[in-house]
């Protein structure tokens, strides 16, 4: 769609009243998210669910409940690749998994895990290093129809090769094939890997601690959030970690900027893997 | 035109060498934000920030989320991300899927750019293999700002520059050694 100046203050108008009706309509507050890339989103989806207008698409957002699983797809998290930045990866297995062993039991919180990619990309690392059958992971994320594509584990074939070459440089030990079947153009993951992985709905803005986890991690969903939903954010990932427990975030996040890493110790900062706690304690008992 | 307050650039296929001839050409002295996207296979842009930061004569950086966008100064796209500009001119990074087959991607930022700026920015297209950033051109166009394309004849790929300017036009459509000059006169006080 093109705009004048004038277009782009009505489309800015458009916009608050998507998040006001978003919010009282069905109580999703998306007020504190970036506004670019909200904009983009809200863009996209009102070109795809109608004629390209944010209040046409609002219209429906109040008037068509059905249609509220697809608009949250498409204002969550988007897909990420398995082992999407294998040094991250590489690290938690060297550097973290090791750390982690001295738990008699694991909780492991992936936020916002979008189409589960980076999920069984931890499963995966967990396995290889023993850890699998003690640990419980938690996959949430605010979108339900991602929920069920996570579940599935099946993602488009041709993703396949990069995949493995990030499998490799994360300092996989065997093949990334080892864990999946290719058909009919697809590749599915081995169920198996699934089978302590409870995925579930989780809204970072509005629900609180669920759990006690001693590694969570949440990897590129903050750029999406402005600067106090952030901070409400690591508070949050703060107050669900056992002590001396490990997070996680993306690459080119910035949670420095806002001041709520005073909790955090850098593990390796330029790879975003902080502990909570600076006590050389390896956790609180279980 | 008022002065523009931005000036933001987008390449693909020899693009590092175009950007080393425009960004060595600027004058140290300009005031605006110099935002850069550039297409590239590398994991990082720590090697072209380097590249460029020897050709040119005002600082070059990677672009950080959440980090004001800084007048004198060259911001690079970070590779793997999209770039955008809020309206309170700080940088926002989105792993959105990608556009065009590429993240980032100039429309991305180009349009952003437009809508943070109001239109008082100018967009530069230079030589590259595919159609991003005609659309991001127009966007910016409409809202106001100049638009500047490499002559696609003499850009090492001309697709890119071609394609702006079927679905962009151009204010000016220049060969790459009067682009620095050309920015200059627009941009400085």
């Given at each position: 769609m093109?705009?004048?100046?004038?277009d782009?203050?009505?489309e800015?108008?458009?916009?608050d009243l998507?998040?006001?009706?978003m919010?009282r309509?069905h109580?999703?507050?998306?007020?504190q998210?970036a506004?670019a890339?909200?904009?983009?989103?809200?863009?996209?989806?009102?070109?795809?669910?109608g004629?390209g207008?944010i209040?046409?698409?609002t219209?429906?957002l109040?008037?068509?409940?059905a249609?509220?699983?697809?608009?949250?797809?498409?204002?969550?998290v988007?897909?990420s690749d398995?082992?999407?930045?294998?040094?991250?990866?590489?690290a938690?297995?060297?550097?973290?998994?090791?750390l982690?062993?001295s738990?008699?039991q694991l909780t492991?919180?992936?936020?916002?895990c979008a189409?589960?990619?980076e999920?069984?990309?931890?499963?995966?690392?967990?396995e290889?290093?023993?850890l699998?059958?003690?640990?419980?992971?938690?996959?949430?994320?605010?979108s339900?129809?991602?929920?069920?594509?996570?579940?599935?584990?099946i993602?488009?074939l041709?993703?396949?090769q990069?995949?493995?070459?990030?499998?490799?440089?994360?300092?996989?030990?065997h093949s990334?094939?080892d864990y999946?079947?290719?058909?009919?153009?697809l590749l599915?993951?081995d169920?198996?890997?699934?089978?302590?992985?409870?995925?579930?709905?989780h809204?970072?803005?509005?629900d609180g601690?669920f759990?006690?986890?001693q590694?969570v991690?949440?990897r590129?969903?903050?750029?999406?959030?402005?600067?106090?939903?952030?901070?409400?954010?690591?508070?949050l990932f703060r107050?669900s970690?056992?002590?001396?427990g490990?997070?996680c975030?993306?690459?080119?996040?910035?949670?420095d900027?806002?001041?709520?890493t005073?909790d955090?110790?850098?593990?390796?900062?330029?790879?975003r893997i902080?502990?909570?706690?600076?006590?050389?304690?390896?956790g609180?008992?279980? | 035109?008022?002065?523009?307050a931005a000036i933001?650039?987008?390449?693909?296929?020899?693009?590092?060498?175009?950007?080393?001839?425009v960004?060595?050409?600027?004058?140290?002295?300009?005031?605006?934000?110099?935002?850069?996207?550039?297409?590239?296979a590398?994991e990082?842009?720590?090697?072209?920030c380097?590249?460029?930061?020897?050709a040119?004569r005002?600082?070059?950086i990677?672009?950080a989320?959440?980090e004001a966008?800084?007048?004198?100064?060259?911001q690079?796209?970070?590779a793997g991300?999209?770039?955008?500009?809020?309206r309170?001119?700080h940088?926002?990074?989105?792993t959105d899927?990608?556009?065009?087959?590429?993240?980032?991607?100039i429309?991305?930022l180009?349009?952003?750019?437009?809508a943070?700026?109001?239109?008082?920015?100018?967009?530069?297209?230079?030589?590259?293999?595919?159609?991003?950033g005609?659309?991001g051109?127009?966007?910016?166009?409409?809202?106001?700002?100049c638009?500047?394309v490499?002559?696609?004849?003499?850009?090492?790929?001309?697709?890119m520059?071609?394609?702006a300017?079927?679905?962009a036009?151009?204010?000016?459509?220049?060969?790459?050694?009067?682009i620095?000059?050309?920015?200059?006169?627009?941009c400085?006080p």
């Amino acid at each position: 769609m093109d705009h004048s100046p004038d277009d782009l203050e009505l489309e800015g108008i458009e916009l608050d009243l998507f998040v006001e009706a978003m919010r009282r309509r069905h109580g999703y507050d998306f007020g504190q998210y970036a506004p670019a890339s909200l904009l983009r989103r809200v863009r996209q989806l009102a070109r795809s669910h109608g004629d390209g207008a944010i209040s046409a698409l609002t219209h429906r957002l109040l008037h068509e409940p059905a249609l509220l699983p697809q608009l949250l797809e498409g204002l969550s998290v988007p897909a990420s690749d398995m082992f999407r930045d294998p040094s991250v990866f590489r690290a938690l297995r060297e550097q973290v998994l090791p750390l982690l062993a001295s738990w008699p039991q694991l909780t492991i919180w992936q936020a916002g895990c979008a189409h589960g990619e980076e999920v069984y990309s931890l499963a995966i690392l967990l396995e290889e290093a023993g850890l699998y059958e003690r640990s419980q992971i938690f996959a949430t994320d605010l979108s339900a129809l991602a929920l069920e594509r996570a579940r599935e584990g099946i993602y488009p074939l041709r993703s396949a090769q990069q995949w493995s070459r990030n499998y490799l440089a994360a300092g996989g030990r065997h093949s990334l094939s080892d864990y999946c079947s290719a058909r009919y153009g697809l590749l599915k993951l081995d169920g198996r890997l699934r089978r302590n992985v409870t995925f579930v709905q989780h809204n970072l803005v509005s629900d609180g601690v669920f759990c006690e986890a001693q590694l969570v991690l949440c990897r590129n969903v903050l750029i999406y959030f402005s600067d106090p939903l952030q901070q409400h954010c690591l508070a949050l990932f703060r107050d669900s970690l056992a002590r001396g427990g490990f997070l996680c975030l993306g690459l080119r996040e910035r949670p420095d900027s806002g001041g709520a890493t005073a909790d955090f110790t850098p593990v390796d900062a330029a790879l975003r893997i902080y502990r909570r706690g600076s006590t050389g304690s390896p956790g609180r008992p279980p | 035109m008022k002065r523009p307050a931005a000036i933001v650039l987008g390449c693909s296929a020899g693009g590092p060498d175009a950007l080393k001839t425009v960004l060595g050409g600027l004058d140290p002295r300009l005031p605006q934000a110099v935002l850069v996207c550039c297409h590239t296979a590398s994991e990082t842009v720590e090697l072209l920030c380097g590249l460029l930061g020897r050709a040119s004569r005002l600082p070059v950086i990677e672009a950080a989320e959440r980090e004001a966008v800084r007048g004198g100064t060259v911001q690079v796209a970070p590779a793997g991300y999209h770039l955008l500009v809020e309206r309170d001119l700080h940088f926002t990074l989105s792993t959105d899927p990608r556009v065009n087959l590429v993240r980032p991607s100039i429309d991305v930022l180009f349009a952003s750019a437009a809508a943070a700026w109001r239109g008082a920015l100018v967009g530069v297209v230079l030589s590259g293999a595919n159609a991003d950033g005609a659309d991001g051109l127009r966007e910016l166009r409409r809202l106001g700002g100049c638009a500047i394309v490499q002559s696609p004849g003499d850009a090492l790929a001309g697709a890119m520059p071609q394609a702006a300017l079927d679905r962009a036009g151009a204010d000016h459509c220049v060969p790459l050694d009067a682009i620095a000059p050309l920015l200059n006169q627009l941009c400085l006080p």
